[in-house]
């Protein structure tokens, strides 16, 4: 059986502001399971974000208890990559050197970590492009070689903050598949913050669904699509049930 590598009882947030607290998350409770494909939805400004800086050890919670893999969570972990919507590579440095990144900060065996930078830029379909500089490719492209510099030091867990949300649809629906192809081969635990509802659905295996500030989860949707998913799976009905289903737990249906 599967085990939980993750688990957060009663997460919550509290801002100290000039006109008083700000609650971001409220008593925020779930458990995932290793290998688990796990989607955030929600309105802007109910805590998905805020939720995944904790998890990664960007920000500490206020009140809870959250363990990940086994241990405390509290501060960023080598087992824990995070992907952020705008890809943030060095501008100064090639394709190449910004995936080896990781792997040098971390100390890692640099013949090692050069071998698997060619395994990722060929895994992500940029083989050839290792020498070019981020300002020469598109906003596609880039977020490709943030998805591969996500996997340069073998994270156990990756931790995705609307990772695709700035590309246009088609290229958004090409990373979409190509993210699943990946997870497909190496079965991460993933956590994927996303405002579209139909993106939720497509990727994952359970959709969290949280309400307005403040952030709470207002329930669980799994997600019983077979795997591996196809575009052609946004004809069948029962996708089209699952989105309406998030809809009317967020209120966009009444």
């Known amino acids: 059986m599967t085990t939980d590598i993750i ?7 509290v ?55 086994g241990g405390p969570a509290g501060r960023p972990r080598a087992d824990v990559g995070m992907m952020f919507q705008t890809s943030v590579l060095f ?3 090639t394709i190449r050197q910004n995936v080896h990144l990781p792997g040098q900060i971390l100390g890692l065996d640099r013949k090692r970590q050069a071998e698997r930078t060619e395994e990722l830029l060929d895994m992500v379909g940029l083989n050839g492009f290792g020498d070019r500089l981020p300002g020469e490719l598109s906003g596609g492209m880039r977020q490709r070689v943030g998805l591969a510099r996500l996997l340069a030091h073998d994270p156990r867990i990756l931790m995705m903050d609307e990772p695709f949300g700035a590309l246009d649809e088609f290229t958004r629906e090409t990373m979409n598949l190509e993210l699943l192809r990946i997870w497909e081969a190496m079965r991460k635990t993933v956590i994927f913050v996303t405002h579209n509802i ?14 307005p500030r403040p952030g709470r989860l207002e329930g669980i949707v799994e997600i019983d699509l077979p795997r591996p998913r196809t575009t052609a799976m946004m004809r069948d009905p029962r996708y089209s049930e699952l989105v309406f289903e998030i809809r009317r737990m967020l209120g966009v249906d009444h």
């Open 7 to 13: 688990s957060g009882t009663g997460i919550s947030k």
């Open 91 to 93: 501008p100064w440095r």
């Open 198 to 211: 139909g993106e939720a659905v497509f990727l994952s295996d359970r959709v969290f669904v949280m309400t």
């Open 15 to 69: 801002y100290a502001t000039a006109t008083g607290p700000l609650v971001a998350l409220d008593d925020v409770s779930f458990d995932i399971k290793e290998g688990e494909f796990i989607s955030l939805v929600g309105p802007s400004g109910c805590g998905k974000s805020t939720l995944l800086s904790i998890l990664g050890g960007l920000e500490e919670r206020s009140l809870g208890d959250l363990t990940i893999a």
